[in-house]
């Protein structure tokens, strides 16, 4: 079952490029996006959402994903939060969705620009937070934090307590506008408004829905990947289209067998990253939603793995693109740039989680709590 629409998948399409220009998705896709319900797949019922299944997102951020992968990253990320807020206090949801189910939430989980003092029912709350995608489309955020002797939590702030600074200017995904946070002056963040890493990692939370069960990183770590499968999608389907009007690069041509080659080579990697995906949401569903340990580890590492799969593929098509796609504005040089950018994100640098598997393959504790 499919939320998003061709209908709105050919206006994303189309508002691609004036996206690209303003480094920031387009208000109209946001609105055809919010329309169909995209952003409330993972909402609790109670609060107008619709509970759809990870494998029912997926599907349709692939789709997003193929129409224009700044579209997906940025609005998949604001779409998943729904899913973390459900695990929250139920004030926490109250607040962000009660009067409005449409609310959006960006953003910006790495807290090494935090400051957090305990006081009395909460925490003062400081300091810059980057990469906060979406952020301009939205009226609250999430932000990460460390607490001097307890650890990390999530603190949920509303938009008036905080500033916005435009720094994304950048090489590729520049639709995604994926901004500073700035809090300068501390402010004051409500218990029941802050997730601990722990109650995450534990899978703590109190909805009805069996699904909730599921650890909320697996969720995460796959909406930071899943784009670069629909963005390679659309390179092989642009590299197709073009192949027989090479003009001096006569490997492009379709009976040359090196072309060929590539091409197969593309097209088993998309199928390879879907089948994954798929599989592992599939398996997490047949026990309830409840993976193992090992399993988790294990699905951490294969979704990071999916970026570099996916630089592969389209690094294999445009070596052999020909001339015309050196030029900017060409849009496999665009696909090739959005889905190398996505391999800065953390989540999709798959050599410590190669070691945690490989590790805990051999009988050691596990050492990541975002699984």
């Given amino acids: 079952m499919h939320t998003v629409t061709q209908e709105v998948l050919d206006l994303i399409s189309k508002n691609a490029d004036q996206s690209r220009n303003d480094r920031q998705v387009s208000a109209q896709s946001v609105k055809a996006l919010e329309e169909c319900g995209f952003f409330g797949m993972f909402l609790p019922k109670y609060l107008g959402g619709s509970e759809h299944t990870p494998q029912q997102f997926f599907r349709d951020h692939l789709a997003i994903a193929e129409a224009d992968m700044s579209t997906a ?14 695990l929250m206090d139920e004030q926490a949801q109250k607040d962000v969705y009660q009067k409005d189910c449409n609310t959006r939430v960006s953003s910006s989980y790495n807290p090494i620009g935090a400051k957090v003092e305990i006081t009395d029912g909460g925490f003062m709350l400081s300091g810059r937070w980057g990469w906060s995608s979406g952020s301009h489309h939205c009226s609250w955020v999430l932000l990460g934090g460390v607490i001097p002797t307890e650890g990390y939590r999530t603190f949920l702030v509303p938009r008036q307590n ?3 600074e435009d720094t994304w200017n950048v090489m590729g995904l520049q639709a995604t506008g994926s901004n500073d946070v700035i809090i300068d002056t501390p402010i004051f963040v409500p218990d029941h408004r802050t997730h601990k890493q722990m109650d995450g ?7 009805t829905n069996p699904m909730y069960q599921m650890p909320w990183a ?9 784009p670069a499968i629909g ?10 289209a073009d192949r027989a009007t090479a003009s001096t690069d006569m490997t492009k041509l379709a009976g040359d067998v090196e072309t060929q080659t590539r091409i197969a080579v593309v097209r088993n990697i998309i199928d390879e990253c879907e089948t994954v995906l798929f599989k592992n949401f599939d398996e997490m569903e047949a026990q309830n939603w409840q993976p193992s340990i090992d399993q988790r580890i294990l699905y951490r590492y294969q979704a990071s793995l999916v970026i570099e799969k996916c630089i592969k593929g389209i690094d294999t098509l445009f070596d052999v693109a020909g001339g015309r796609s050196v030029y900017n504005g060409h849009a496999l040089q665009q696909i090739w740039n959005d889905i190398h950018i996505g391999r800065a994100h953390v989540a999709n640098s798959p050599a410590m989680f190669a070691r945690n598997l490989g590790a805990s393959l051999l009988g050691v504790e596990n050492s990541d709590f975002f699984i």
Avoid: D, P, S
């Fill in 201 to 207: 990692f534990n899978c703590l939370q109190k909805q």
């Fill in 73 to 86: 990253w940025a609005c998949g990320i604001i779409a998943v939060h729904a899913y973390q807020i459900a």
């Fill in 218 to 226: 697996q969720l995460f770590i796959r909406v930071v990947c899943t």
């Fill in 231 to 240: 963005a390679l999608k659309k390179g092989l389907g642009l590299f197709l």
């Fill in 162 to 164: 905080y500033e916005i």
